[in-house]
């Protein structure tokens, strides 16, 4: 049974950093293609940083600079490293598994589709003040 389970999330003021965290288990994480995803109250879930089975990233434009995102294969945990944060990325932050890596090799926009992504986390909540 996949299960992804995030933390890290948090309250911080404008500027701050916070590093979140998705332990996952029951699938090959090594395999695999992972993504983190956001939504804000009112808005759709969108995508914020990839990473494929082989290192490969990408990322929102709103986030490129200042988000890292990235993955410790023996751990079997993906990380979001959030740095300058501003409060529109205030918003449930959710980790995504795509097993099969369907989505290796495609393009950022086919990456970015949650419906590529069968597994999801239960989210963690990031609020970022002015």
């Known amino acids: 049974q996949v299960q992804l389970v995030e933390s890290g999330g948090g309250s911080v003021q404008a500027g701050g950093s916070l590093r979140l965290s998705c332990a996952t288990s029951?699938?090959?994480?090594?395999?695999?293609?992972m993504g983190w995803f956001r939504q804000a109250p009112g808005k759709e879930r969108e995508g914020v940083a990839v990473?494929?089975?082989?290192?490969?990233?990408r990322y929102a434009d709103s986030v490129k600079g200042r988000f890292t995102i990235s993955k410790d294969n023996a751990k079997n945990t993906l990380y979001l490293q959030m740095n300058s944060l501003k409060p529109e990325d205030t918003a449930m932050y959710y980790c995504?598994?795509?097993?099969?890596?369907?989505?290796?090799?495609?393009?950022?926009?086919?990456?970015?589709?949650?419906?590529?992504?069968?597994?999801w986390g239960q989210g963690t909540q990031v609020t970022v003040s002015s």
């Open positions: 990473i494929d089975r082989n290192g490969s990233t």
């Open positions: 029951g699938y090959s994480f090594t395999r695999s293609c």
């Open positions: 995504a598994a795509d097993p099969s890596c369907r989505t290796y090799g495609a393009t950022t926009i086919f990456k970015f589709r949650t419906s590529n992504y069968n597994s």
